[in-house]
């Protein structure tokens, strides 16, 4: 073997065990000098790109996701609320509230929010799993212990400006929506309304109110227990 040969197999490969490779070597002590230190060269690189990943960094990626993504909703929830309200008027939502003469602002707005997801849910090509809702749940200190089912959207939107985080849900019984907003005593949320198209049930947490909304005719008992029993939040 000519030293150019060499040369070039011991630069491409200083740890090679190849035969031929080893007799030179053997026959050589320049030759076993130059490998040696390009070993040595090769150890320090791989030891100064064996950089430690921090355990929660994922996590934390996760959240800078969802805070970048909530910026960005909220830079555009005036043309979300001006449009939800143009339809809801549009769908005569106005005025269909019922059951305990409760406050109609937040179901209504919820109702809006159901016409909305037709519009958005079409769009959204990125998968959802829960680590992601979980991630912008945690915002809210909030998070789901298990899957409450196919989520296929997750987004922060506003219902009478209060933030709210937004899931959009494929069930046997169509699209559902689940609504999580920060309790707040002065926007109280009715336990049960509906629309001529849609209905919703909603439940109070000491932390949190929260809202089912799906098709009129859907029963909503599955998904309410589902999430009744995964959530939870921190004291």
Same mark, same amino acid.
């Given at each position: 073997? %000519? %030293?150019?040969? +060499? @040369?070039r197999r011991i630069y491409a490969d200083p740890n090679t065990t190849d035969k031929d490779m080893l007799a030179a070597i053997k026959g050589d002590s320049d030759k076993a000098a130059l490998k040696s230190s390009l070993q040595q060269l090769d150890g320090k690189l791989l030891q100064a790109v064996k950089v430690p990943v921090p355990d929660d960094l994922a996590h934390k990626l996760i959240w800078q996701q969802a805070t970048g993504e909530f910026n960005r909703h909220k830079r555009r929830s005036r043309w979300f609320i001006a449009m939800a309200a143009s339809v809801a008027f549009m769908a005569g939502v106005t005025g269909t509230m019922v059951f305990n003469q409760a406050p109609a602002d937040i179901g209504t707005e919820a109702l809006a929010h159901m016409r909305y997801a037709e519009i958005e849910t079409p769009h959204s090509g990125i998968e959802v799993n829960m680590q *992601?809702?979980? $991630?912008?749940? $945690?915002? +809210?200190?909030?998070? +789901? =212990? *298990? =899957?409450?089912? %196919?989520? $296929?959207? $997750?987004?922060?939107?506003?219902?009478? @400006? *209060? *933030?709210?985080?937004?899931l959009i849900l494929n069930t046997d019984q169509g699209k559902m929506s689940v609504f999580v907003m920060p309790h707040n005593d002065s926007n109280p949320v009715p336990p049960a309304f509906a629309d001529e198209k849609y209905h919703g049930e909603s439940w109070s947490l000491q932390n949190a109110s929260i809202m089912v909304v799906g098709d009129k005719g859907a029963d909503l008992n599955p998904l309410v227990e589902k999430v009744k029993s995964s959530i939870s939040f921190s004291a």
């Open positions: 073997m %000519d %030293d150019l040969e +060499f @040369r *992601q809702v979980n $991630a912008k749940l $945690a915002g +809210f200190g909030g998070t +789901f =212990s *298990q =899957s409450i089912g %196919d989520v $296929a959207v $997750a987004n922060y939107c506003h219902l009478n @400006r *209060q *933030q709210t985080l937004h």
